[in-house]
């Protein structure tokens, strides 16, 4: 122990005389963190305190050396290197010796602190967007689904923290949703698009099938006569059109003037087909009455078959016709129209001939035959007729030919059929009807009775195998029209009374759904297919009337919120409080639903635009703000700039340093944030450092001035001990340079006026000895412990000096030096034992501190 304090002695110089640098080597090279502690406490030196404060690494000697060092370096040294939040707060709430010290333990406690909160702020503003973005995630698509997407990304991106590896994964997870929820709206629009297209092919698909079934009306009444294959054919093209437009009225609704010229040409159709079953029902009649001459009762018969005018009679019915208006043809009748037209027959069927149109040449063959025997033989051309007649044989024969092995190949084909017991009944179905169809479609060519009936045959045969099939099938779209019809009455209860608050939207999904189950739900028996469609497309017609009415006043509301938006927009309001309000129109506009389609886009491109405008402005006064507010920073920081850069040389700059702080206050307020705080807290400690420097060049100045007047004051000590030597008082002469100030002089007068009349010995030791320990005070020196009283009485009557104003300690040095000037008659050995101190202690106020 006695070798450790002989080291200790050694190293902090207080015995021996080893000299500064190989003391500061071995303190370098020593590892005991007390004896280190101790010579940096008690070394003889700053630079060995310093390499002693060096080695040291625990914080709480730190903390101890900043708190009870006595020189102010190693304090401010040892500070700087305490860098925990505990060990910062301790240092504040303990370092009560060095002000300092603890006013820049605060300083940086308060600044680690604020960093923290400031993370911790922008931490929280991360994780609050994040969650916004992930509800965003959940939500429904509506219209500025998109936008606020972009919007909430570009949020996320201008933020300046690094988001953790869990924050990321919930970003890109969120972000993954929103985009699929945007993809997804994207392929329904397509979609949609796609969907509306195929409506627009299906009103043309019907408006074709309508266009056809008028020319086939329009091409019976402008022919000659209406024969049975006529009306077979005809009867055969308004089934297959009217499968063909339930089936695409199943897909989409049909246009009303569209369904109207169906409706009409339907009408007609049945005006025709019923005309033809009257006919039909006389025929015999008719008959009878053409072979018994029985004129009577022909024209009650015509009569009664209500024939419509614009249509050509049949044969049977012209036949009925000619027997009664026989005489008035033969009257009227001119026989130079009838050759005429009788030629121009001809003509025709030789046309007819050369195209190939077997049934129509064989038709008008036929007439132009009858017409023949009803003419004069001299006046027409037989044998053109003959040769015409001769070329339809050959035709005739020519199908025979052709039509003769296609009919063996198709007997084949369906005995074929019968035996194959592989195919489903779907398939077998499909084969046996078309190969009935194309035996229909060969017509009366090469027609025997064997190959008939064999066909025939094999054909019942397929029946026989598919009736169990066609029994299910039946039983099927007996099912399916009952739920059709369900499906009808379902929609109809709706119609009849609709929600006050349904919604365009629901009312579009009931549509779409009611269309999928109708589809669904099919085939239906087809002598019910059309009715039941019918019923369903006045639903529909209805349904989409109710929707059409409620997103017209969807529209109108949305019209009244576009009105409300231009308002706003053109409005004084501030830009943020009027984007504030814009979101609340937004939040309005999706609750609202879907306008019309054809307006939907219009209104929401409108509406869109005058809230891009409102989000513009806003952005723009944001924008500008932050330039203000980057100028003001930037200049602020040219004059943090500038006054770190700058130090006072003498106390009259301090001019300077207020124009700088009236400076600083024309900038504020600064924006928030943490350049803010910390140039702040920088500009505070730059500010504190420069008034301390002129607070010390202050006292520099005034020592220095009183070094001027020192040889007044030696004058003063001389006539001093010249008077206490002899009893004989004499005055002293200032000199002439420097001048005297007024204080300065009249201390100059007292001290000559009490070497007139001297206090008493005890009472100068006295003064000279507050002198010094006030003028230890004002250096921020140690006092010794013998002067604590004088020290605390000192203090308390420099508070009761100061009170109400603000102290200057260059002021009280000048009275202090002023006090001692006219403090006297003092003794030379009372002198010679403090001037020593005194001189020192002036001494060590004339330092300035470092830059």
């Not at 919007?151 to 929103?178: F, G, K, M, V």
């Not at 030629?343 to 064989?362: P, V, Y």
Request: one cysteine or more.
């Amino acid at each position: 122990m006695e070798l450790r304090e002989r080291l200790l002695m050694l190293l902090t110089g207080r015995a021996g005389h080893q000299d500064l640098e190989h003391r500061t080597a071995l303190v370098e090279a020593l590892n005991d963190s007390s004896l280190l502690s101790r010579i940096a406490l008690e070394g003889d030196n700053q630079q060995l305190r310093l390499a002693a404060l060096a080695r040291l690494t625990g914080e709480d000697e730190l903390i101890r050396q900043a708190r009870d060092n006595g020189i102010a370096a190693v304090r401010h040294a040892a500070a700087e290197r305490i860098t925990s939040e505990q060990g910062l707060a301790r240092l504040a709430n303990e370092a009560r010796r060095d002000r300092r010290v603890m006013r820049r333990a605060r300083d940086r406690l308060n600044q680690m602190r604020a960093d923290a909160a400031s993370l911790a702020q922008a931490r929280q503003r991360r994780e609050s967007l994040l969650e916004q973005l992930e509800a965003h995630a959940a939500s429904p698509w509506e219209p500025m689904y998109a936008g606020r997407f972009r919007h909430l990304t570009r949020e996320w991106e201008r933020l300046e923290d690094i988001p953790d590896n869990e924050q990321e994964r919930r970003y890109q997870d969120a972000s993954l949703r929103c985009r699929k929820v945007i993809s997804d709206h994207e392929a329904h629009e397509h979609a949609q698009d796609v969907a509306e297209q195929q409506r627009e092919d299906a009103d043309q698909a019907r408006e074709s099938l309508v266009e056809a079934l008028e020319e086939s009306l329009e091409g019976l009444r402008h022919g000659d006569r209406l024969a049975d294959q006529d009306i077979a054919s005809l009867r055969s093209q308004k089934q297959l059109m009217a499968s063909r437009w339930q089936a695409l009225s199943d897909k989409h609704l049909a246009d009303d003037a569209l369904r109207q010229r169906y409706d009409a040409a339907l009408t007609d159709f049945d005006r025709i087909v019923q005309a033809r079953v009257r006919l039909d029902e006389r025929a015999d009649a008719l008959q009878e009455a053409i072979d018994i001459g029985d004129d009577e009762r022909l024209a009650a018969l015509i009569d009664a078959c209500q024939w419509p005018d614009d249509l050509p009679p049949s044969p049977l019915l012209r036949r009925a016709r000619e027997q009664l208006e026989h005489q008035q043809v033969v009257a009227d009748d001119d026989l130079a129209a009838r050759l005429t037209r009788f030629h121009d027959d001809l003509g025709q069927l030789e046309q007819l001939l050369e195209s190939g149109a077997f049934k129509g040449a064989s038709r008008l063959h036929q007439r132009l035959r009858q017409q023949a025997e009803e003419l004069p033989a001299k006046r027409i051309d037989h044998g053109r007729l003959k040769r015409l007649g001769a070329r339809l044989a050959e035709l005739r024969d020519w199908r025979g030919f052709v039509a003769g092995p296609k009919r063996d190949q198709l007997c084949q084909d369906i005995e074929s059929l019968a035996r194959d017991d592989t195919l489903g009944h779907a398939d077998l179905d499909r084969r046996h009807r078309r190969l009935i169809k194309e035996w229909k479609g060969l017509g009366d060519a090469a027609a025997n009775q064997e190959q008939a009936a064999r066909f025939r045959r094999a054909s019942d045969q397929v029946h026989e195998r598919l009736k169990p099939w066609r029994a299910e099938q039946d039983a099927q779209r007996q099912r399916n029209l009952e739920a059709r019809e369900a499906l009808c009455e379902q929609l109809e209860q709706l119609i009849e009374q609709p929600s006050q608050q349904a919604d365009p939207d629901a009312l579009r999904e009931i549509r779409d759904r009611a269309r999928q189950q109708w589809r669904h739900h099919s085939p239906v028996p087809r002598d019910q297919s059309e009715a039941v469609g019918r019923r369903f497309g006045r639903i529909r017609h209805q349904l989409q009337a109710l929707i059409e009415q409620r997103a017209n006043t969807v529209a109108d509301a949305k019209r009244q919120l576009i009105d409300e938006a231009r308002q706003l927009r053109d409005s004084g309001q501030d830009p943020t409080r009027r984007a504030d309000n814009t979101k609340q129109l937004q939040k309005r506009w999706r609750a609202l639903g879907r306008a019309p389609r054809h307006e939907e886009r219009a209104l929401w491109k409108e509406f869109r635009h005058i809230c891009d405008e409102i989000f513009a402005r806003r952005d723009a006064a944001r924008r500008d703000q932050a330039k203000g507010n980057q100028a003001r920073l930037d200049a602020m920081q040219a004059l943090v700039e500038r006054m770190d850069a700058w130090q006072p040389s003498s106390s009259d700059d301090v001019a300077i340093l207020d124009q700088a702080v009236n400076e600083a206050l024309a900038l504020e307020p600064l924006p928030h944030g943490r350049r803010s705080e910390g140039m702040r807290k920088r500009w505070s400690g730059i500010i504190r450092a420069r008034r301390d420097r002129l607070e010390r060049l202050a006292l520099a100045e005034e020592v220095q001035r009183f070094h001027a007047i020192r040889p007044l004051l030696d004058a003063h000590l001389e006539a001093d001990a010249a008077s206490l030597a002899d009893d004989t008082p004499r005055d002293v002469t200032p000199p002439g340079t420097p001048e005297l100030s007024s204080d300065v002089k009249r201390a100059h007068q007292q001290r000559n006026t009490a070497r007139r009349s001297p206090p008493a010995a005890g009472d100068i030791e006295e003064h000279l000895e507050r002198i010094r320990v006030h003028l230890a005070l004002l250096a921020g020196g140690q006092v010794a412990q013998r002067d604590d009283p004088l020290r605390l009485a000192i203090q308390v009557e420099r508070l009761n000096d100061n009170l109400g104003k603000e102290p200057t300690r260059s002021a009280e040095l000048r009275e202090v030096l002023c006090e001692l000037l006219a403090t006297g008659p003092i003794p030379p050995e009372l002198w010679q034992r403090e001037v020593g101190e005194l001189d020192r202690t002036l001494e060590s106020l004339t330092q300035l501190p470092p830059p």
